[in-house]
Nanobody
Framework: QVQLVESGGGLVQAGGSLRLSCAAS????????INWYRQAPGKQREAVAH???????SYADSVKGRFTISRDNAKSTVYLQMNSLKPEDTAVYYC??????????WGQGTQVTVSS
């Protein structure tokens, strides 16, 4: 069984930065994709960025050029560096692991609040 634990959320002023971490425990299937999603109050959960086991990345248009996803396989940790934060980035951010052809797992979420 895999567990995902997010950390690094908090309150920051517009224009500031935060780095989220997603630490995975347990045995992870070698073919996988790790996603960051976010959900703002009253809105649907949306994909923010993803990174494959091979290191390929993709971003939502709303965060391109501001957010960077990376992974440290030795530490079983994925990071989301968020720069130039905007009030509209305020949301609960979730880490999601998709094991290709296997299972998927969600973290508990971490709150990010950006004040104007």
């Amino acid at each position: 069984q895999v567990q995902l634990v997010e950390s690094g959320g908090g309150l920051v002023q517009a224009g500031g930065s935060l780095r989220l971490s997603c630490a995975a425990s347990g045995t992870i299937f070698s073919l996988n994709v790790i996603n960051w999603y976010r959900q703002a109050p009253g809105k649907q959960r949306e994909a923010v960025a993803h990174i494959t086991n091979g290191g390929s990345t993709s971003y939502a248009d709303s965060v391109k050029g501001r957010f960077t996803i990376s992974r440290d396989n030795a530490k079983s940790t994925v990071y989301l560096q968020m720069n130039s934060l905007k009030p509209e980035d305020t949301a609960v951010y979730y880490c999601h692991l998709l094991e290709i052809g296997q299972r998927e797992y969600w973290g508990q979420g971490t709150q990010v609040t950006v004040s104007s």
